[in-house]
């Protein structure tokens, strides 16, 4: 809480419990719920550097996924070439069988 806040719910209570103590002592207890459910939630919430670590982390493995990719689609890439060759091959195995032994 600022102290604009603080002040207003001063003035506010001031004018309800018509007494400066009891308007200073709700506001202080307040203050204090207010400060301590921070406290409490400290641990869970991040800050600007939590921020700036989970996007340097993000980059990271950005990069190093855009890497696998490349070399996936290079390992990719060379499987489908020797698949075309090998079947190629076997055709023309097979045509080189048929010719030399079912037709003459």
């Given at each position: ?7 207003k719910?001063?003035e ?5 419990f ?10 202080a207890?307040i203050?204090?719920a ?25 980059t ?24 075309v ?9 097979i ?10």
């Open positions: 809480m600022n102290a604009t806040q603080s002040f719910i001063y506010i209570l001031q004018k309800h018509n007494n400066d103590a009891d308007a200073k002592s709700v506001v207890e203050e204090q207010v400060e301590n459910k921070f406290i409490e939630k400290q641990d869970v919430l991040a800050t600007k550097a939590d921020v700036m670590n989970v996007k340097e982390e993000i990271r493995i950005d990069l190093r996924i855009s890497g696998l990719e490349v070399l996936f689609e290079k390992r990719f890439n060379n499987l489908v070439m020797w698949l060759g090998t079947a190629l091959v076997t055709v023309g195995l045509f080189t069988v048929i010719k030399l032994f079912i037709v003459k």
